[in-house]
């Protein structure tokens, strides 16, 4: 009976301390879970698909390895038109009350940081594939003859440029001629991303300038109402 009543299997300060310490394990594993999935998703890569030709665009967004078709947009089937609502007119006494004063220096506050925000987004740009293709034409032969030279010192200039950037993974820059064609025309395939995290790191940068500028902006128009109204 000792031996039994030592065992603490039947003491509920034994079964709380258990069962605290379960949940705990529990929460831990949990937090850890969800740390690894924003860590997985923020890895993850968008990018934009582009193909250009003279047939059309089209235009793909990619999220991972789900592709999502932008551009041609399917026709959707037309569908019966609905009534027009009749909207009334509020007074013009209630337009002026609802409406609330702007501070345009918030915008021009906001500009600087939207576009180095922006500049270190496109600094982390990656070109997956950048395949370019030129062909010169024309009615005139000599002219064409004379399109597709400049094209390739064009080409020259820009190529060792590509070949050094380390954004660019696999580029193609050709440059044809056709004397039959009457018009000369281009050819793209490009398949451009970045990762979520770039993205997220300039949302949070820029979202902490936006609520420090608003607050700034509060401040300064219910210090100015106040010496209005005195």
């Known amino acids: 009976m000792g031996a039994a009543g030592s065992s603490g299997a039947g003491c509920p ?16 594993y949990t937090i850890g879970i969800i740390f690894l999935l924003l860590f997985a998703f923020n890895l993850m890569r968008v990018g934009v698909i582009f193909k250009y030709s003279p047939d059309g665009v089209l235009l793909r967004l990619r999220l991972g390895f789900v592709k999502l078709k932008l551009y041609p ?12 609502k009749i909207k009334k007119e509020k007074p013009e006494a209630e337009k002026k009350k609802g409406k609330k004063s702007f501070d345009p220096s918030f915008l021009k506050n906001m500009i600087a940081p939207a576009m180095d925000a922006a500049k270190r987004l496109a ?24 399109k597709y030279g400049n094209l390739c010192t064009a080409a020259g200039i820009i190529s060792p440029y590509l070949e050094n950037n380390r954004r660019v993974r696999a580029y193609y820059l050709r440059v044809d001629f056709d004397f039959t064609a009457n018009k000369s025309s281009v050819y793209a395939d490009v398949d451009i991303y970045f990762k979520i995290w770039h993205f997220t790191y300039i949302l949070f940068s820029l979202g902490g300038k936006l609520i420090k500028e608003l607050i700034k902006t509060r401040r300064r128009a219910k210090f100015e109402n106040k010496f209005s109204k005195v």
């Open 13 to 28: 300060v034994y079964s709380k301390l258990l069962c605290g310490r379960v949940t705990a394990i529990r929460a831990v």
């Open 73 to 84: 947009r399917r026709v959707k089937k037309s569908r019966a038109a609905k009534p027009e």
């Open 123 to 146: 600094s982390w740009l990656t070109a997956n594939k950048l395949d370019i293709r030129i062909v010169a034409g024309g009615e005139d032969a000599a002219k064409t003859a004379v």
